[in-house]
């Protein structure tokens, strides 16, 4: 037989383990409660999963495809080579190339005729003028219309370039630095539409990035603040989702 006494030892340490237990399972909640609290605290950015949260932040700041800013930089700077190269050539061509002594009955002086270069090539203005338009057809155009837009450019700058070439006999001395500026011009251009033609593919187009594609589905992934607007910014409804 079993002394009543002897129970009352056992059962209170058998409470206390069941405190200890209750305070563990205390301890566990006040770290989830932590962690969930943590987690409610986060930035919106950063409640996804590291790999695609990041990789969503990549996609929306435009970064997400391989090489689309040195895409961009070699759109940029084939417009600005168009643009310098189309300005030289305008300014080079309405300045004064030559001189010509005009004689007069005596007793007047003779008189000195100004020439300027559109005196001797009246074409190269308009040539100069349809590198300068594109420019302006480089940024809106894309794919095959890009490259044949290069195409012109680089006839139009050979073009600009053999008027400077011949504008080198009309020039008087003092003032044959100007065919040779149409000549830099018209390599300007010229190089401008070669770099167009070789890599006006994979150049971006204006305003592509708001544009929506046929049939975009939202991406196969968790779905967190990041996500949703990655979604949105590729024109697709975040909540299409299986």
Same mark, same amino acid.
């Given at each position: 037989?079993?002394?009543?006494?002897?129970? &009352?030892? !056992?059962?209170? #340490?058998?409470? =206390? *383990?069941? $405190?200890?237990?209750?305070?563990?399972?205390g301890a566990s909640a006040a770290v989830d409660r932590d962690g969930l609290s943590e987690?409610?605290?986060?930035?919106?950015?950063?409640r996804g999963s590291g790999a695609d949260g990041t990789a969503a932040v990549a996609d929306r700041g435009g970064s997400g495809a391989p090489g689309g800013g040195a895409d961009r930089r070699g759109l940029v700077a084939a417009?600005?080579?168009?643009? &310098?190269? !189309?300005?030289? #050539?305008?300014? =080079? *061509?309405? $300045?004064?190339?030559?001189?010509?002594?005009?004689?007069r009955p005596a007793p007047l002086p003779p008189v000195e005729t100004p020439h300027t270069g559109t005196s001797y090539l009246g074409w190269l203005i308009a040539v100069a003028l349809v590198a300068l338009a594109g420019a302006g057809a480089l940024l809106a155009t894309r794919g095959r219309a890009r490259v044949a837009i290069g195409?012109?450019?680089?006839?139009?700058?050979?073009?600009?370039?053999?008027?400077?070439l011949d504008g080198l006999r009309y020039a008087d001395v003092g003032r044959i630095a100007w065919p040779v500026l149409v000549m830099v011009g018209g390599a300007a251009a010229g190089l401008a539409g070669v770099r167009a033609m070789r890599r006006g593919r994979s150049w971006p187009g204006m305003g592509t990035r708001y544009e929506r594609?046929?049939?975009?589905?939202?991406?196969?992934?968790?779905?967190?603040?990041?996500?949703?607007?990655?979604?949105?910014?590729?024109?697709?409804?975040?909540?299409?989702?299986?």
């Open positions: 037989m079993t002394a009543p006494g002897n129970d &009352a030892p !056992a059962t209170g #340490a058998a409470r =206390a *383990t069941d $405190r200890g237990g209750s305070s563990a399972d987690d409610r605290a986060a930035p919106p950015g950063d417009v600005v080579l168009c643009v &310098a190269g !189309a300005g030289i #050539a305008l300014f =080079a *061509t309405t $300045r004064t190339w030559a001189m010509t002594p005009t004689r195409a012109v450019l680089g006839v139009a700058g050979l073009v600009i370039f053999v008027g400077g594609s046929a049939g975009a589905k939202p991406a196969d992934r968790p779905v967190t603040d990041a996500t949703m607007w990655d979604d949105l910014d590729r024109g697709v409804d975040p909540t299409d989702r299986a």
